[in-house]
């Protein structure tokens, strides 16, 4: 495959939760970094944050992707990028259950728009994908060759779609490289403090659950089931530290740079090869953070799948890139940032 020189990179979603710590580790290999985002799901405040911690805020440009004139227009001025990374898109679950037409707006139109904008041109794009794909995997750990499942959500489907769109149009076009990662269970903030995960309303995930309880935002975690087939009862994810994943973004980028791709088009695991059960996780963070947690045992969560952790030996193979932070790390980041954007609100 052809390689580009390096260029710009516009990062849509920039001020989002992975998209900031990617625009941190993409300053940090010299890139340097344009962000378009509407600020939909996020906060300006981050490019002072970012600034904070690289000592340079990249350039923003405040744009809704749906926008398809303005995009074009944009995307038309700026002939020096090179490469982009995209992550804008809505991301709940549960939301898009309700509002599947906002999900497909959102998720969909986009991409068609951002590949409309760049049509004809020479770009390496790496695309935010999720093992959601994968559904409740037969066989685990799960690899890049498993098949993709009917999605449990319009949001998972937005993710195949987006999938299938990009591997289409990667090998209808001669300029377009796209490498797809799927991300398993992004969690954790930079060591700073100074970035991570910024909840709408009450947290449907997780770790930013956990440590909202931790710091009596909320009463009390509800662990969604614990009858499992789990050694513990509890569901089981490969939990993936947020600097770890940022990374694996500038390892993508850096693949397609240097022309090493076996295809127009390619999919990688982004996770830590690990499983975590819920109550793991709790009684890690507790230990970890020599903090007590209020929690109880609910019902399950409609449209859990049980266990999933990812086999990420091609990542390590062709991207020359592994997970480098643990469980105990993701949960002490975790919650530095909460006491932080608790005592520093945005
Ligand atoms: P986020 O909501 O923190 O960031 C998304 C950013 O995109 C926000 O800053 C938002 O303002 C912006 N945005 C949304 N719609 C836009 C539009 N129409 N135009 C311009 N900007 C827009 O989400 P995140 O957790 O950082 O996730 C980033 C990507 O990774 C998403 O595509 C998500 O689906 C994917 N992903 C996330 C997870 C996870 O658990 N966080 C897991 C797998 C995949
Ligand atoms: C993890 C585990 C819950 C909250 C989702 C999306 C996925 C991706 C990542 C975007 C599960 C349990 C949770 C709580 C709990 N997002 N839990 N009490 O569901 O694996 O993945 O986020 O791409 O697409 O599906 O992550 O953090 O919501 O849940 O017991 O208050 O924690 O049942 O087993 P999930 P999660």
Redesign the pocket.
């Known amino acids: 495959m052809s390689d580009l020189k390096q260029g710009k990179i516009l990062v849509?979603?920039g001020?989002?939760?992975?998209?900031a710590h990617t625009v941190v580790e993409l300053q940090n290999s010299g890139y340097e970094v344009i962000i378009?985002?509407?600020?939909?799901?996020?906060n300006i405040k981050i490019l002072d944050q970012i600034k904070a911690i690289t000592g340079k805020a990249p350039e923003f440009i405040k744009?809704?992707?749906?926008d398809k004139a303005e995009l074009f227009e944009f995307v038309a001025t700026y002939l020096d990028i090179t490469g982009l990374i995209h992550?804008?898109?809505?991301?709940s679950v549960g939301e898009s259950v309700k509002q599947p037409l906002l999900y497909y707006e959102?998720n969909i139109s986009?991409l068609v728009n951002l590949l409309g904008a760049f049509a004809g041109r020479k770009v390496n794009f790496v695309f935010?994908?999720?093992c959601?794909v994968y559904g409740q995997p037969d066989v685990l750990p799960v690899t890049e060759t498993a098949p993709v499942k009917t999605a449990e959500s319009p949001y998972g489907n937005t993710?195949q779609i987006g999938e299938e769109i990009l591997r289409e149009t990667a090998h209808a076009s001669d300029g377009l490289n796209v490498i797809a990662l799927r991300?398993f269970?992004?969690v954790g903030a930079h060591a700073s403090a100074l970035i991570g995960e910024?909840p709408n309303g009450v947290p449907q995930?997780l770790v930013p659950f956990v440590t909202q309880t931790a710091i009596c935002k909320r009463e009390v975690l509800t662990v969604y089931g614990n009858d499992f087939d789990t050694p513990d009862g509890s569901c089981i994810r490969d939990y993936i530290h947020v600097v770890d994943l940022a990374k694996a973004h500038v390892a993508a980028l850096a693949r397609m740079e240097a022309g090493k791709m076996a295809s127009p088009y390619e999919t990688f695991n982004i996770g830590t090869g690990n499983g975590n059960s819920v109550l793991e996780v709790v009684q890690k963070f507790q230990s970890v953070n020599k903090v007590q947690l209020n929690y109880r045992i609910g019902p399950p969560r409609e449209g859990d799948i049980v266990k999933i952790w990812g086999n990420v030996d091609k990542a390590a193979a062709e991207l020359g890139w592994k997970a480098e932070l643990g469980i105990e790390d993701m949960l002490s980041s975790a919650w530095a940032w909460e006491k932080y954007i608790n005592s520093n609100p945005f």
């Open positions: 849509t979603g001020t989002g939760y992975i998209g378009l985002d509407n600020l939909s799901n996020s744009l809704d992707l749906r992550f804008a898109a809505s991301k959102n986009t935010s994908s999720s959601t993710k991300y269970n992004p910024l995930n």
